[in-house]
């Protein structure tokens, strides 16, 4: 095994960022969700060259790093649209009825929740609760939390954005 | 730092507080803030900054965590800083409404604006939230100076890790992660096992879909979670804690770590705290969105690096946890009740609630319901109070069906168990369980198969996938449920429905997949006639369902389901 | 005289029965000659309590045992065959038949396999459940080796031979739950990783998933019980 670390993948600065997550952690095994975390943040998103570059620093075997990646659903390997727009599928949300909301996202996005539109401007995605129950029905355009939402005004936030292309 | 620097510290805190004439306390916690609240607490501070001189009066604006009604927010507090308790409750704050606010300081309180709300607040005690709404969570002094860490340093001073230990057991209290495990119990296994090296997890995850009690503990008085957490350490032998939050809280996780700042600042985590050899810190671990990974051992397994997989008990953590040492795990409310048990004594713990669920609870009352928010009541209190009650009732004119608690391994309660006094086994008695404290009302308009299904299908997408009942087991009961919805499902499809949640309830390997089944069991148990309409009549009363709802003055006479 | 402290005197179906510390009921029970079906228990491999076949009832004790975990103790009662122990394990064989798409008469383990034989041995006769059939990828992409997703049921033997005997970890599971799958490093074609080529994962395979290029049926037999003697070789080295 190859145990010196891996080169950068690229000059791009942000592998810097992701590398001080690993040296934080002494390059520890354990270390590989913080900073498949920071990836996320970093990047949007984690792709193959990412998840290579992460396990081999790590000596984490790739198909452990891979089953990692996919477990949870925080992590997407794809990048998402410019915006996104996040509706909460808790129960608070659901007996609120977020589920119409979502009806009424994926008839004017004509996408299926978890998919971005072919244009790449709007990504919609679900939640599972993200605390603002006393809210209900939540949703997240892009990081803003709207609460109390009536399925106009989302669809309003979407015209805005689709305007906006 | 000793006892007599922490009440200097303490005193001049309130000093400080006390050297305003009045305050303006604004929600800045997630539900208000999602309203501006930070903008209007702005605008706030301006507007008295620049009443001060006129008035001659000096008014402090604080940012504070959550004051329980999110639904009413922005919620702001204000009145004489010498008395909070009789300060004036505002709801629905605008910035158009500051200036008035800020001139009725000393005189009669904005009428348009009280929040008249004693209904909501009567019979609740505060413990886990009795700091929340009244200190700025984000300065350690104003903790220090409702009586913070006092404990911990009564702990370290003049208590042994046996009696400190003593005293939770003694106190009653119970975990509040939902299967109410005796802390004291488990603080003793952990403290018994041998190991060089102990550690003591505090369980941030709050996976139940529809809860936000830790949320809101984390983000308003995190100092609190803590000093839980440094306290259990001393007791169990552990110089090492980890806080796993999950990611979806980003406002939690930024307080957390600058609390955490502080308290090493401050000298009550790193070495030698309180001058004593007793050696503590704390990390925080982001979760990355998996429900599992509130499963103690998936918990661990997710610490390490590693897919958030359970894996069978025995050995438990206490024994052989995280990195194969023994652990100690708790969930953010259990840890925020330990410094005020140790402060003020077992006995006067002990003396709330039932005789088996000692001490408060708190509560996320949400769904179908008049005032929305966190509560914290003493355990023996009815159902039937905390909903009609503090809870306002259903709104709309509509009627009450069913109060969900538990979460996804919990179940729906009916009408006719409305006066049941809340305790851990009253619940699972009527087929629910306590879980972490979210409560959601549902009135006639949702269809009570419709709603197990949707918890099916949140087990069916959270299930690891390691074991087979669980993983396969949710997928096809899940199918089930929505041929029952689609109203093309038949008896023996509802028949094997039932084998099944025997089946998953009895293999699975963790708590997902053995209570997944729950909430097809309770409405099975309260609703079975809905089912019954779904499958004889393709009848959804609640006109949820896709199969429609024929209204039942179609159907002939004979039909119409009892 | 002495009595050695580390040995645990328990019942297993009304047989008086000894193991030492350390030892699962599983290990005490199959040296008893007292059968209990398992898929993902291996000798030579870690335990992971994930095919619920082994579990058993402990008495006074509602909830149920995976004996390939569950640790003797001393005055422990065991059972291993009830009826309901007997419907829990034909239901949960249902459940792997039903989940991707196992029809034994076109399986190139038909006859060699440890899902169809653990199926006759516990009596099933029909599946109850409709069959999920997942439309999945067969990947022949290796020089020698074929792997159908169709025939996983996920036991993780493949994963832990190459990771704990081989030392290769090359395969590993992605996603989770019912989405749950078998990958070769960053899930490329078997044939394009960083596979030794060594076969153990083939001959460890309890089904038809992993297999050999032009072998098919009774020219199949696999050889999963190397691995005792393999790992005794190494602790004697
Ligand atoms: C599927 C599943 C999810 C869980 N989620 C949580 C959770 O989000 N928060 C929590 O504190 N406990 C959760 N638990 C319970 C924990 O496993 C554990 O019992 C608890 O954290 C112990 O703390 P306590 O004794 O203070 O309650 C969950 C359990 C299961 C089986
Ligand atoms: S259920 Fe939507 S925010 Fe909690
Ligand atoms: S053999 Fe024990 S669970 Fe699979």
């Known amino acids: 095994m190859n145990l010196a670390p891996p080169p950068l993948p690229s000059d791009d600065k942000r592998w810097k960022i992701v590398n001080g997550t690993m040296r934080r952690h002494g390059f520890a095994r354990h270390a590989l969700i913080e900073t498949l975390h920071t990836v996320q943040s970093s990047f949007g998103f984690l792709d193959d060259v990412a998840i290579r570059f992460v396990a081999q620093s790590l000596h984490v075997p790739l198909s452990q790093a891979f089953g990692v990646a996919t477990f949870y659903n925080h992590f997407s390997l794809k990048p998402a649209g410019k915006h996104t727009c996040t509706i909460c599928l808790g129960t608070a949300c659901y007996i609120k009825g977020a589920d119409r909301l979502m009806a009424e996202a994926e008839k004017r996005l004509k996408i299926k929740a978890g998919h971005t539109t072919p244009d790449g401007n709007i990504s919609l995605m679900t939640a599972r609760c993200v605390g603002a129950c006393g809210r209900a029905p939540v949703i997240l355009e892009d990081s803003e939390l709207l609460g109390l939402v009536e399925p106009g005004v989302m669809l309003e936030q979407l015209e805005r954005w689709a305007a906006h292309d | 730092m000793t006892s007599e620097e922490l009440l200097q510290i303490a005193e001049e805190a309130n000093a400080d507080r006390e050297a305003s004439d009045f305050e303006v306390n604004v929600c800045v916690a997630l539900g208000c803030l999602s309203q501006h609240s930070d903008k209007l607490k702005d605008t706030l501070t301006a507007e008295a900054a620049a009443a001060s001189p006129r008035t001659g009066k000096r008014c402090h604006v604080r940012g504070t965590g959550c004051m329980g009604l999110c639904a009413a927010g922005p919620l702001v507090r204000v009145g004489s800083a010498a008395d909070a308790g009789a300060q004036t409750l505002y709801a629905g704050v605008r910035e158009g409404d500051v200036k008035a606010l800020i001139e009725s300081l000393g005189g009669k309180p904005v009428e348009r604006l009280t929040a008249h709300l004693d209904q909501y607040f009567r019979g609740q005690i505060p413990i886990v939230l009795e700091n929340s709404g009244y200190i700025d969570p984000e300065k350690i002094d104003e903790y220090i100076g409702r009586d913070g860490y006092q404990a911990l340093i009564k702990a370290l001073t003049e208590m042994s890790p046996q009696t400190v230990i003593e005293q939770i057991s003694k106190s009653g209290l119970r975990g509040r992660g939902g299967g109410g495990y005796p802390t ?96 503590f810190d704390i990390e925080i671990r982001l979760g990355a969105g998996a429900f599992v990974c509130g499963e103690e051992t998936a918990l661990i397994a997710s610490i390490e690096g590693l897919r958030g997989q359970p894996r069978p008990r025995p050995p438990y953590p206490a024994v052989s946890g995280l990195w194969g040492s023994p652990t100690l795990i708790n969930n953010v409310e259990t840890f925020a009740n330990v410094a005020p048990i140790i402060r003020k004594g077992a006995e006067w713990y002990a003396s709330i609630g039932t005789e ?41 004119g509509r009627k009450f069906k069913a109060v969900q608690t538990g979460g996804p391994s919990g179940g729906c ?70 041929k029952i919805c689609d109203g093309k499902a038949s008896h023996a499809d509802l028949d094997l429905l039932i084998d099944l949640c025997d089946v998953v309830k009895n293999t699975s390997l963790c708590g997902l997949g053995m209570t997944a089944p729950n909430p097809v069991l309770s409405t099975l148990r309260y609703f079975k006639h809905e089912y019954m309409e779904h499958i004889d009549h393709q009848h959804c009363r609640a006109g949820v369902c896709a199969c429609g709802s024929k209204p039942l003055s179609e159907l002939s006479q004979a039909e119409v389901p009892a | 005289m002495s009595a050695p402290v580390d040995v645990k005197t328990l019942v297993i179906d009304g047989v008086n029965v000894s193991g030492s510390a350390g030892q699962t009921v599983l290990e005490v029970a199959r040296e008893n000659n007292i059968s209990i079906p398992t898929l993902c228990h291996l000798d030579g491999l870690s335990e992971v309590g994930a095919c619920r076949m ?119 599971i992605m996603g989770r739950g019912i989405d749950s799958m078998l990958i070769a490093d960053l899930h490329q074609p078997w044939g394009e990783s960083s596979c030794t080529r060594c076969g153990k994962c083939v001959q460890v395979c309890p089904t038809g998933a992993l297999s050999e290029k032009s072998k098919f049926g009774a020219e199949h037999p696999k050889h999963p019980e190397f691995l005792p003697y393999l790992n005794m070789m190494r602790e004697g080295q």
Request: proline share 4%.
């Open chain 3, 54 to 172: 082994c579990l058993v009832e402990v008495k006074n004790s509602p909830k149920l045992f995976p004996s390939c975990v569950l640790k003797v103790e001393e005055g422990m009662e065991v059972t291993t065959a009830s009826d309901r122990l007997k419907h829990y394990r034909q239901t949960i064989l249902e459940l792997f038949f039903a989940e991707r798409n196992h029809i034994c008469s076109v399986c190139v383990a038909n006859g060699h396999c440890e899902l169809q034989s653990t199926a006759q041995s516990q009596g099933l006769t029909h599946v109850r459940l409709p069959y999920r059939n997942p439309k999945l990828d067969v990947d022949a992409s290796h020089e020698r080796f074929v792997l159908d997703h169709n025939r996983c049921i996920l036991c993780t033997r493949c994963v832990r031979v190459c990771a704990e005997i081989e030392g290769a970890h090359v395969w590993d």
């Open chain 2, 356 to 396: 088996k669920s000692k001490g408060t609870k708190v509560f996320a009352l949400t769904g179908k319901i008049t005032n929305t928010g966190l509560v914290e009541i003493p355990m023996g209190m009815p159902l039937r109070e905390i909903i009609f009650g503090i809870g306002g009732g259903v709104p709309n």
């Open chain 2, 184 to 279: 004291g119990l488990k603080w003793s296994t952990v403290a018994k096992a041998v190991g060089a090296q102990k550690y003591v997890i505090c369980n941030a995850d709050e996976g139940d879909p529809g809860a936000f009690m830790d949320r809101s503990v984390l983000e308003s008085d995190p100092q609190r979670v803590i000093e839980g957490m440094a306290i259990a350490g001393y007791a169990v032998g552990a110089s090492k804690g980890y806080i796993y939050v999950r990611a979806e809280y980003p406002l939690a996780v930024t307080r957390m770590t600058s609390s955490l700042r502080d308290a090493r600042r401050r000298g009550l985590l790193g070495n030698n705290i309180c001058g004593t050899t007793f050696a």
């Open chain 2, 413 to 482: 309660i009916p009408e006719e168990h409305l006066d049941l006094p809340i305790s851990y086994e009253a619940l699972i008695d009527v087929g629910s369980m306590m879980g972490s404290g979210g409560m959601i009302v549902m009135d006639d308009t949702s269809c009570m198969v419709n709603v197990a299904r949707f918890f099916m299908e949140f087990c069916m997408t959270e299930s690891c996938g390691k074991c087979i009942p669980c993983r396969a087991g949710t997928a096809q009961m899940y199918q089930l449920l929505t």
